[in-house]
């Protein structure tokens, strides 16, 4: 491979809405597409659906939970291609709502993940980005919801325009801390630690894109959240509205804006339409 090949790359890709972006990125995407999961089995076999139907994915195990394995893939990257072009941060989990996981638990876990797996792909692939790389960090519209439940000072901290990444940090620990001491309510947060973590994703967004305007500006890079909207995925259930198809488009569509755009960027986008944060 020759660093002049472009490369998309997609998290958390074996089924649901990622094998849906990495088979929309097959179609369209001009350059080699790698689907990663952390299950290697899982993985290989999503890519064996897609060669089935005449598309050619790569694969590269990843576990967004593990520094080891992220820096594994980083340095594949690096070596394969000199860089990335696209990047779907699309790996997360959700507990089902009626899981008896205690709160302060279900917490820790889907923060670890959510929030804090994610935030460590972004530290070491983020600098591989090549010029008029796209960078989409799937969020949800649950986000949206969990802000407008915070307390004011919390709602004002989340849409502050000069929050940096380690206050940031410090309040995403602070959900988990007052979960476990049972006072996150009466500290002003919502019932909702999958919500928390996504308003975690969204704000990570917006601060990663003004570094990115600030430190690169000429490299054009843009960096978004999205909502792929309510998905039927082992996630979500079979109620859902949309298939996995559907859920894809915003994603896709922000990972494949054209060379010359300006923007949206360090958006929170619906429906490929920009939302008020």
């Not at 995407?29 to 999961?37: E, Q």
């Not at 919390?154 to 602070?174: A, D, H, P, Y």
Request: hydrophobic share 40%.
């Amino acid at each position: 491979m020759s660093s002049a090949t472009r490369v998309a790359l997609v998290t958390g890709a074996n089924k649901g809405i990622g094998f849906a972006i990495v088979r929309d990125l097959c179609q369209q995407f001009s350059g080699d597409v790698v689907l990663t999961a952390r299950d290697e089995a899982r993985g290989l076999a999503a890519v064996q659906q897609l060669q089935a139907e005449g598309l050619s994915p790569r694969f590269h195990k990843l576990d967004i939970d593990d520094l080891q394995s992220i820096r594994a893939l980083r340095d594949f990257l690096r070596k394969e291609y000199g860089g990335l072009d696209v990047l779907v941060n699309n790996a997360g989990i959700a507990f089902k709502t009626d899981d008896p996981t205690p709160f302060d638990i279900q917490a820790e876990v889907t923060m670890k993940t959510n929030f804090f797996g994610t935030r460590d792909v972004c530290t070491e692939l983020l600098p591989l980005m090549k010029p008029q790389g796209r960078v989409v960090n799937v969020s949800s519209m649950v986000s949206l919801r969990a802000l407008k439940n915070c307390s004011p000072e919390l709602q004002q901290k989340f849409r502050s325009e000069t929050i940096t990444e380690e206050e940031l940090v410090g309040l995403m620990n602070k959900f988990v801390e007052d979960t476990k001491k049972g006072v996150h309510r009466k500290e002003g947060w919502p019932d909702t630690a999958y919500g928390v973590t996504k308003i975690g994703v969204t704000v990570l967004s917006r601060i990663h894109a003004r570094n990115l305007s600030e430190q690169r500006r000429g490299d054009k890079i843009l960096l978004n959240a999205c909502c792929p909207g309510w998905v039927r995925t082992d996630m979500a259930g079979p109620r859902a509205t949309k298939s996995p198809e559907e859920g894809a488009e915003t994603p896709v569509y922000l990972a494949l804006l054209p060379s010359d755009a300006e923007g949206p960027h360090g958006e929170f986008v619906m429906e490929k339409k920009v939302e008020k944060w």
